[in-house]
């Protein structure tokens, strides 16, 4: 059961970071220097396959891997290119 409840936890923090992934603008990543959208849209794909994969069929391969990928994009790149706007006038506090 505690296992069934890191799956799922993975898989839902996965899927919010792929989703995360597709909205950022690509400049974005380029101007922080956290590689390219193309390569964190992959990795948070294919964690999140992986994590929907362990639970929905309980074949738990990699969710390790997919629990860092996960956790690298949301508490590094995320935060790092989150603050890059795509022409919008806003400031670390809201729109100005």
Do not use: H
Not at 21 to 47: C, H, N, S, Y
Not at 60 to 80: E, G, H, K, W, Y
């Amino acid at each position: 059961m505690i296992w069934y409840v890191i799956y799922l936890v993975t898989f839902v923090a996965s899927l919010y970071a792929l989703i995360e992934a597709l909205r950022t603008p690509a400049a974005a990543f380029e101007i922080m220097d956290k590689q390219t959208k193309k390569l964190w849209v992959t990795l948070t794909g294919v964690a999140t396959g992986l994590s929907a994969l362990a639970v929905f069929f309980n074949v738990s391969l990699f969710i390790l891997l997919c629990l860092v990928a996960t956790l690298i994009f949301l508490l590094d790149v995320r935060p790092a290119v989150k603050g890059v706007g795509g022409g919008r006038n806003e400031g670390p506090y809201g729109p100005w």
